[in-house]
């Protein structure tokens, strides 16, 4: 068994510290203490954010990205192409394509990927609004912004199948070499996926 070292306040904070992604026991212990020692200036101000954020974030009932308003930021901005949707798989993916800036389009939130085996069906994701959302009309492209991953590819397939008949097009982003990115410390799957999909030079 082993010693508690600090009050049981200290070590609740620790335990939730060790639950967000990236922190393990050890550095959740590091991330405390350094959070104890910068009470005022760190501690006090990140319990206040905390606070305010689990009494005003929403989820928008629109695409699946989270906010303080609903529908979101994204969403209410009306100098989006409304006629293009990029759907992701969580909200990070969402955040990361918005900081290369490179489309302004609108978005949607899947809530992650079918997935059979860990028992993710198409009731579990946010599939049945962006169906909604394409029959509502005025959307010409779908862009399955999903993971190269077998559950991916698998949720790329069956949404493809559900967005059949609607005349929008769907597309998916291409694979294959990174920008910066060596040949020979890419995986096979990866230099296959770029070769088929090579393009004109």
């Known amino acids: 068994m082993s010693k508690r070292i600090a009050g049981p306040e200290i070590e609740r ?24 020692k910068k009470k005022e200036q760190l501690l006090a101000p990140l319990a206040l954010a905390m606070g305010e ?21 994204v969403c209410a901005d009306p100098r989006r192409d409304a006629a293009t949707i990029i759907v992701v798989e969580d909200v990070a993916d969402l955040w990361a394509l918005e900081r290369a800036g490179t489309m302004s389009a609108r978005y949607h939130v899947l809530g992650g990927t079918l997935s059979p085996l860990d028992g993710v069906g198409p009731d579990d994701l946010n599939i049945r609004r962006l169906v909604e959302r ?3 009309g005025g959307v010409t492209e779908v862009i399955l912004a999903v993971n190269a991953t077998v559950e991916g590819q698998t949720t790329a397939h069956y949404l493809t199948d559900q967005l059949a008949g609607f005349g929008t097009r769907v597309t998916r982003l291409a694979h294959g070499v990174p920008v910066g990115g060596e040949l020979d410390y890419l995986d096979e799957g990866t230099l296959a996926a ?4 090579r393009t004109a030079f």
């Open 13 to 36: 904070l620790i335990q939730l510290l060790a639950k967000v992604p990236g922190l393990g026991p050890r550095s959740a212990r590091r991330a405390a203490l350094h959070l104890i």
């Open 194 to 197: 770029a070769l088929k999909s």
């Open 134 to 136: 394409v029959a509502e």
């Open 53 to 73: 954020a689990a009494e005003k974030v929403r989820v928008c009932s629109s695409c699946g990205n989270v906010d303080t308003i609903d529908p979101c930021a």
